[in-house]
């Protein structure tokens, strides 16, 4: 834990008191986005034409833009056309974890040689999607998300028009309703303009049409179900649950009076950190000898300290690697890339830890002839019943780190408030439920108060369960030392310049930086720090540059996500309507 902490902890009480928006831009670069407009038609062979239109202001020079397009399972996205007004742009696209990554490079003067600079820009992008229109049993439907929630700036207004395939019976919707100022429809075109819509919101349109507006619709996706009851159910449900959300932050407000006494004293007596005598700015050598699981247990993991993540299972099959009990194989696939392959022949679990063990186990089931094809592994894992095996085993995984963290936790880091905030949330949260209740049923003037203050004590309490774990624990002294220094680590890691005025002296040196590296989530920036620095590193035929080089952090991201979806799935309609379950919507920023 770091000197954040402290900031963190009074911003959880400023929080109360009011909506704090704190804006950090760099004064030499920054850029907004004043406008966009985002027309879209429905065809009645259901195709979705979509022409989307952004205003840029920049200040400082740019490379370019970019936007994410999202893809739902069954979605396809093609002829993309882009254009601008203001700059010359070059686009290049790619995929890239089930979106669409448009990377648009502006250019101020028509030999494309010279960035932009303080100017505004106006980007165009428009392109076809399909089965993105559904058409259900009883009705047709779209659902798409006009503004998503992955731009990196706040848009000022959106302005939206929506071409339907008839002029009857359609209805729509638009979420949230409160960033709509202006709104119309003539019965074929429906079009909408919005406030200002901050990063992280998503502005989403719902329309439901009929089915005889659609005609040989080979482009739409086919439910065979009825759809409209559930569809509007969800949309009322979810209106619901924004509208009480809304209303909970506004009693936050009236209630911020009423400070959590029991909180701040346990922040005084167990949360501050020890003093120690420590002032290094950056470690250059691994600060201790534990396996990079560990180190990503209680480094990367503020919400639960000594629980792992994906990084630390995906470091220590980095770690196997290196030590020779996996094997890193590549072969050409056809194109410019090759695939990966895991060798499992030379593996000794006499030499293996528990969790090592486990980890052998979750992935040894997907192999054919003790080889498993990392690029076959995003299929395999699609299957129900593989998903919900490796998700089983993944858990095993990360049962058996903590039970290896367990000692070195009882003594770095003590836990008295963390539990101690946990139980206050809990009691307060039954305390509060019951004040509310007697609040109801009272007929005494004052019984509004009683409400009011319950309705605090349960949302505060709900607030005080999502806290992070080292808010209100705290390291012991030997924990802080080694929290300070790994983290020290960390940012030497990250910092491209301090590995360049200190650059490793060998290869093995580099392996380790990358293994710890992908445990603290850094690992890209080691990878870019190499590749200055080892220019020819595309030589080592080594398992650990082989495995970084030929995607081995993406493959494994997205068979996790795929295993993540296909052990829980829904049902195609199951969802749709409810806000933010629409197609479209990503985002993008500038570059």
Not at 76 to 90: E, H, R
Not at 496 to 516: F, M, Q, R
């Amino acid at each position: 834990m770091d000197g954040n902490k402290g900031f963190i902890t009074i911003l959880i009480f400023l929080i109360l008191f009011l909506a704090v928006s704190t804006v950090s831009a760099d004064d030499d670069k920054s850029y907004t986005i004043d406008q966009a407009f985002i027309d879209l038609t429905v065809g009645s062979n259901g195709l979705l034409h979509v022409d989307e239109q952004f205003d840029y202001t920049f200040k400082g020079s740019f490379n370019g833009v970019y936007r994410d397009i999202p893809l739902k399972n069954g979605e396809s996205i093609d002829n993309i056309k882009v254009s601008a007004v203001g700059a010359y742009p070059v686009l290049k696209e790619s995929d890239d974890g089930g979106q669409k990554h448009l990377k648009i490079f502006l250019y101020s003067d028509a030999a494309h040689t010279k960035n932009i600079r303080d100017c505004s820009v106006s980007v165009f992008i428009s392109y076809d999607m399909k089965n993105v229109v559904t058409l259900f049993n009883d009705v047709g439907a779209l659902q798409y998300k006009i503004w998503g929630d992955e731009w990196d700036v706040d848009v000022g207004e959106v302005i939206t028009s929506i071409t339907l395939p008839g002029g009857k019976n359609n209805t729509y919707y638009l979420n949230p309703d409160e960033y709509t100022v202006n709104k119309n429809s003539n019965g074929t075109t429906i079009t909408a303009e919005t406030t200002s819509i901050p990063k992280g919101e998503i502005y989403e349109a719902l329309v439901l049409m009929p089915l005889s507006d659609f005609n040989n619709a080979s482009y739409a996706k086919h439910i065979n179900e009825d759809g409209k009851d559930k569809i509007l159910k969800n949309l009322n449900d979810s209106i619901s649950s924004r509208n009480f959300w809304n209303t909970t932050y506004l009693i936050l407000g009236l209630l911020s009076i009423l400070s959590p006494i029991g909180v701040i004293f346990t922040y005084v007596k167990y949360g501050r950190e020890p003093k120690v005598d420590y002032d290094g700015i950056y470690e250059r050598e691994l600060p201790s000898n534990d396996s990079p699981e560990i180190i990503n247990a209680f480094i990367d993991n503020k919400d639960s300290i000594g629980t792992p993540n994906m990084k630390g299972f995906q470091a220590s099959i980095m770690n196997l690697i290196d030590r020779g009990t996996l094997r890193m194989k590549t072969q050409e696939n056809g194109s410019d890339n090759k695939d990966l392959f895991i060798d499992f022949s030379n593996v000794d679990n006499s030499d293996l830890s528990l969790s090592e063990k486990t980890l052998i186990n979750a992935l040894y089931p997907f192999a054919e002839n003790e080889i498993l094809n990392l690029s076959s592994l995003n299929d395999k894992l699609s299957s129900k019943a593989n998903a919900k095996s490796f998700q089983e085993d993944y858990g095993t995984w990360a049962d058996h780190v903590k039970k290896e963290c367990s000692d070195k936790r009882l003594e770095y880091f003590d836990d008295r408030g963390s539990t101690l905030i946990s139980a206050i949330g809990f009691l307060g949260l039954a305390f509060g439920v019951i004040i509310a209740i007697l609040g109801f049923i009272t007929e005494l003037g004052n019984g509004y108060i009683s409400v009011l203050g319950g309705g605090f004590l349960i949302v505060f309490s709900l607030a005080l369960m999502f806290v992070p774990e080292d808010i209100f624990g705290r390291w012991t002294k030997e924990g802080r030392l080694f929290y300070l220094k790994w983290s020290n680590f960390r940012k030497f890691l990250k910092d491209n310049s301090l590995i360049k005025e200190h650059p490793p002296e060998s290869i093995v040196i580099w392996k380790k930086y990358l293994i710890y590296g992908t445990a603290l989530g850094v690992a890209d920036n080691v990878f870019k720090s190499m590749k200055i620095h080892v220019p020819n590193i595309s030589d080592y035929d080594d398992g650990i540059f082989l495995y970084h080089y030929y995607g081995g952090y993406y493959v494994f991201n997205q068979a996790f996500k795929t295993s993540e979806s296909a052990a829980n799935p829904s049902s195609d309609s199951g969802g749709f309507g409810g806000f933010g379950g629409g197609s479209g919507g990503g985002g993008g920023g500038a570059f």
